[in-house]
């Protein structure tokens, strides 16, 4: 650091301590105390902050063992110690038994007790025939006297050091005293280093700009509505501050990042001219499979595909005249002019409860009350039987739409594929090939190049099969398509495992953030 | 979706030529095939193949066919065939059926090869066609399953006949001593894999020839005579049985078209049922079945969004291997013998649109005009989402699925728990008991994230707007999806009181006016937790977490927590 950043990092305590001392100077904490007037925590705050830059350092280090006196001690000092009580009492009263004693003084048996033991070896009291305590001496021994005079010495919170005691001072103190932690006695004993600070010569030359840039440390930190209400900032000079310390972390409400891209997907496709569609999570194999012409023997169809409800396990009725049809349409093609799958289209199964595999559900379910021309999309919670991992959950989201419409055809749908890799994926290049889905044909699947992670899949889409449009009432040409949404979110996020997206943690999804 | 390995060397013979990875992938598109793993050091390249439809393409002689007739635009011939009325010639070459089989795996097809000494690769191809064929196309053998003999063994007519299958005993391949079928079905791991599709008869399907010799149990396991077939074998007979004749015979086409384009002279089979079938009393195999199938220039136009043109409509139909000739605008197609996916013209729609090439479609920016709309729910879970960040909420989202622990168990003394899962919707076959049930209610999960979120700093304020699914006798489905919102506050003061007041928050701003009234939930502790209430409808609730459901989630920061049902209050 430079004697200038120096300079605008010092806090007005250290500018007050430095600009206090000369080059000769020795100084400790008690001293800048009462030179600087401030309390010992600021005192140590601004020798640390120094020392630390180096502007200060240290002079001296004085190992001390020093005596304060402990709350105890104060009440000793003032009320008698246990010793004195009972000889004054046994002086002014006469002979008395030991719990007499101590009922009389409100101390412990125990208490009184170990004080007279003490008194009785030292001759000043004694025990007579009758058990009862009677004055031997009659005047307070050497120790109880030191002891009375060390408590006078330390009384008011004073320190007494332990290379100022004589050695019977010593002696008595020893008795008294208690290393700190410990309770129960009048002095608290403590161990420290007393240090003496001078500055250095860097901190004489940042001295020196202080008092050039008139810098007293008394300048204003924070201006206050006081200050405002008397006017008193004016004339004022006001702190700089460091502008480099790095801010308190705040924790604010915040959406959640991955929530937050599937809403700009939607507003993107409301943008388009989409109208949004919802329904339930527990389907039908009829809607979620039946009406999309996949035959019921489909090896997509397996009891391993799809999540089963145990209870109920039928829904009680499917919707005619689109039950009748679609069935139709899978035994011999019904009006549609398809040969059908050409097998018994088994009615109980169809009304099947599941939960919802996939988005096309709500795709065939808004049909019959679609209108011509129409737009419709949805980001739909789908399940599978899958093991899961990285890329597969149990539910995740599928965004799927149709566009329905006299006119289109193959090429509005590559129009539409192409915008939704423009829009929704940023992509620079897009590339159509032929796909596979049992319910549209032709079918097309997207892919584009990402302009980190190169060519892949964005989504789906095909034609609806007339055998899944006429019997749901469509005579016209619909376009159907699906998008891998979590697969773009994952990309957004930066992740790269499905499960983070639905992450538990709450510190993670705190810090998370798309882009 | 099907995988197959193929051996490069192989398939570059059947194309007529070599080419780069580079060259291959796009070329692949044709059969909608993506290369899953480029030829590792033995030359062995995986295959993806997407198209359920066509299980030609599910071999290394079929792809190539497919790629082959596209780049050359010259639709593959075979002279093998019967049709209808028109039998080929097959010698003393006869299956003969049982009636007895009618009712369990009525058809069968058949035919016998011979050529050069089969090589690993083509064995292991067979192999591989065998088990994608039965697998994927014929529903794990229920359908149809394939079998392969050594024709120099067998002495016609073949007899496909129903027998007792404890009677009936002989060695299956790899086991080493004779069992009786029944036997096979418990012993046999065959048997133990496919023996469902026949352990409810009476009477299980056998292959013998004219010497009572077995080729095989169908659908199950070969003998380990006939069925051991080797490299070095130049001679096989080869059957399919099954329970619905298009498939049967479309697979039979299959297979057939490989080993011939494999060079291999295929030898025709006459079958004899004593029932009526499909194809008669005695086709013979493989047989083309399929029907042509026609339709217009003009709606093929319509569907693509371009002139094409008779012509070029027929073109690019004979690259996908499909002749077609036309008049008057009306274009009639014969499909491919080893294809039987044309149930529409849709489907002559989309080979054309592959044969025509997807580049030669421009995409067109869309005219129609429509208005975008958001559901009323969105916007409403929206104006609720802003208000939760500006109270200070994290916004979580959670999976809907979970545990009978973390949904009922933890959240409820244990004897709530039947009355607690019949209100959930439950799973019949969970993969894991860790996604058992669906949600009914967010909180549990919110107190997921709180118990593994204790490093987090505090205070958490934590929501998620989502769906639950409730129970419902009354609904058509037995359950109903609710929007609802779910939320937490984790703290050292997170009490009533502060709950409460995020509650009066929200409501204030969504124009709703509520009452509270007391109620029993034992989630939360008793006397802190209250019944938000609209009008005289319930829609959510909120109160401090009862300790007990915070110890057994292992959190050790008080929780106060709401729920409410979105839809009510929206709808109130």
Not at chain 2, 58 to 65: N, P
Not at chain 2, 343 to 369: K, N, R, T, Y
Request: aromatic share 8%.
């Amino acid at each position: 650091m430079s004697a200038d950043d120096i300079l605008k990092s010092l806090h007005p305590l250290e500018v007050r301590v430095l600009l206090r001392y000369g080059s000769n100077d020795i100084f400790d904490t008690h001293r800048i105390q009462e030179d600087v007037g401030l309390n010992l925590g600021q005192c140590n705050q601004a020798v640390s902050w120094l020392a630390a830059k180096e502007l200060i350092s240290e002079h001296e280090r004085v190992h001390r063992t020093v005596y304060e006196i402990t709350e105890l001690g104060e009440r000793l000092a003032a009320d008698g110690t246990p010793e004195e009580q009972i000889l004054a009492h046994v002086s002014d009263h006469g002979p008395a038994p030991l719990p007499q004693i101590a009922s009389a003084l409100g101390l412990e048996n125990r208490d009184v007790g170990s004080a007279f033991g003490a008194l009785s070896r030292e001759g000043v009291l004694q025990m007579n025939g009758e058990k009862q305590v009677s004055v031997a001496a009659g005047t307070p021994s050497e120790r109880m006297q030191q002891v009375r005079a060390l408590l006078e010495r330390a009384r008011g919170g004073k320190e007494i050091a332990a290379d100022r005691l004589s050695a019977t001072e010593q002696e008595a103190m020893a008795g008294i005293s208690k290393k700190r932690g410990s309770a129960g006695a009048p002095f608290r004993v403590i161990e420290r280093d007393e240090v003496t600070y001078r500055i250095t010569a860097s901190g004489l030359e940042v001295q020196e700009r202080l008092q050039a840039a008139g810098i007293t440390g008394q300048e204003i930190g924070a201006l206050t509505p006081q200050m405002l209400k008397d006017g008193s900032w004016r004339g004022a000079s006001f702190r700089a501050y460091n502008i480099q310390v790095p801010p308190t972390r705040m924790v604010p409400g915040h959406r959640n990042p991955y929530c937050e891209y599937l809403d700009r997907v939607k507003d993107k496709l409301v943008s388009l001219g989409f109208q949004e569609f919802d329904g339930p999570i527990v389907e039908t194999e009829f809607w979620n499979s039946d009406a999309l012409f996949m035959p019921q023997f489909h090896s997509a169809r397996d009891i391993h595909d799809v999540y089963y409800v145990k209870d109920p396990t039928h829904a009680k009725a499917i919707q005619e005249p689109y039950l009748s049809q679609v069935a139709a349409a899978h035994e011999n093609g019904w009006k549609t002019g398809s040969a059908g799958w050409g097998y018994r289209f088994d009615r109980d199964f169809t009304r099947r409860l599941i939960l919802r595999s996939q988005g096309t559900v709500m795709s065939a379910k808004t049909l019959p009350q679609a209108a011509i021309p129409g737009k419709y999309f949805g980001t739909l919670r789908c399940f599978r039987y899958d093991q899961v991992d990285a890329t597969h959950l149990s539910d995740f989201y599928q965004t799927e739409g149709i566009v329905l419409g006299e006119s289109v055809n193959l090429r509005t749908l590559l129009g539409f594929l192409q915008m939704f890799a423009e829009e929704l994926a940023g992509a620079t290049e897009v590339k159509y090939v032929p796909g596979y889905f049992p319910f549209t044909e032709p079918s097309v699947e997207v892919h584009i190049k990402h302009p980190v992670l190169g060519w892949f899949e964005l989504g789906g889409s095909g034609i609806f099969r007339p055998e899944v449009t006429e019997p749901l009432g469509i005579k016209v040409p619909v376009l159907a398509w699906g998008l891998g949404i979590d697969r773009m979110a994952l990309m957004n996020l930066g992740l790269d495992d499905l499960r983070e997206l639905f992450s538990t943690n709450i510190e993670n999804v705190r810090l998370r953030r798309g882009k | 979706m099907p995988k197959i390995e193929l051996s490069q060397q192989a398939f570059f013979k059947y194309l007529g030529t070599t080419m780069q990875d580079s060259e291959l992938e796009p070329l692949l598109t044709v059969a909608k095939a993506e290369l899953d793993e480029p030829a590792n050091a033995e030359g062995i390249v995986k295959i993806e193949l997407n198209d359920t439809n066509r299980p030609d393409l599910w071999s290394t002689a079929g792809l190539a066919r497919q790629l082959r007739v596209y780049r050359e635009a010259t639709v593959a011939s075979y002279d093998f065939f019967s049709q209808p009325q028109q039998n080929a010639d097959t010698a003393e070459r006869r299956v003969v059926v049982d009636p007895g089989l009618a009712d369990i795996r009525p058809f069968i097809a058949a035919f016998a090869v011979e050529g050069a000494p089969i090589d690993e690769p083509l064995l292991n191809d067979l192999i591989q066609t065998q088990e994608k064929l039965c697998w994927n196309y014929g529903r794990k053998r229920a359908s149809i399953a394939m079998g392969v003999y050594r024709s120099d063994l067998i002495t016609y007519p073949v007899r496909y006949r129903a027998v007792d299958p404890d009677a009936t005993e002989f060695v299956p391949l790899g086991a080493g001593s004779r069992m009786s079928m029944r036997r096979m079905l418990s012993e046999h791991q065959k048997g133990q894999e496919f023996g469902s599709i026949v352990a409810h008869f009476d009477r299980f399907p056998l292959l013998t020839d004219d010497n009572g010799d077995v080729l095989s149990f169908p659908p199950i396991i070969n003998s380990d005579r006939i069925g051991a077939v080797e490299e070095g074998d130049a001679r096989l007979f080869i059957e399919m049985t099954g329970t619905d004749m298009p498939s049967l015979l479309t697979a039979c086409s299959i297979v057939a078209c490989d080993l011939a384009d494999a060079g291999y002279t295929i030898l025709p089979v006459t079958i004899e049922y004593p029932y009526d079938t499909p194809v008669g009393r005695a086709p013979a195999t493989p047989f083309y079945f399929q029907q042509s199938s026609s339709t217009t220039v003009d709606y093929v136009e319509r569907l693509l969004g371009r002139s094409i043109g008779a012509e070029e409509l027929i073109e690019g139909l004979r690259r996908m291997g499909i002749s077609a000739d036309h008049a008057e605008g009306t274009v009639t197609v014969r499909p491919p013998q080893y294809r039987n996916d044309f149930l529409h013209a849709v489907d002559i729609v989309e080979d054309a649109m592959i044969g025509l090439g997807m580049e030669s479609f421009e995409p067109q920016v869309p005219s129609d005009f429509t208005v975008g709309r958001l559901l009323p729910s969105e916007l409403y879970a929206r104006r609720v989402k802003n208000q939760l960040v500006g109270l200070g909420y994290q916004e979580m989202i959670f999976n809907y699925l979970g545990s009978q622990r973390d949904f009922i168990e933890r959240m409820y003394p244990e004897q709530e728990w039947p009355q607690v899962i019949l209100e959930h919707v439950q799973i019949e076959n969970p993969m894991s008991e860790n996604f058992e049930f669906v949600r009914r209610s967010i909180l549990p999960q919110l107190l997921t994230a709180e118990s593994v979120s204790a490093n987090a700093v505090y205070p958490h304020y934590i929501y998620e707007v989502g769906k639950i699914v409730q129970r419902d006798p009354e609904d058509n489905y037995g359950s109903l999806t609710r929007n609802g919102v779910g939320m937490l506050c984790a703290d050292i003061d997170a009490g009533f009181s502060l709950i409460s007041s995020h509650v009066s928050v929200l409501f204030y701003y969504l124009g709703k006016q509520y009452t509270l009234r007391e109620v029993a939930d034992s989630r939360f502790i008793g006397g802190r937790v209250a019944e938000i209430v609209i009008g005289a409808t319930a829609v959510g609730r909120f109160g401090e977490i009862h300790p007990e459901v915070l110890e057994k989630a292992g959190i050790q920061m008080p929780c106060a927590a709401c729920e409410i049902d979105l839809d009510s209050v929206m709808e109130l």
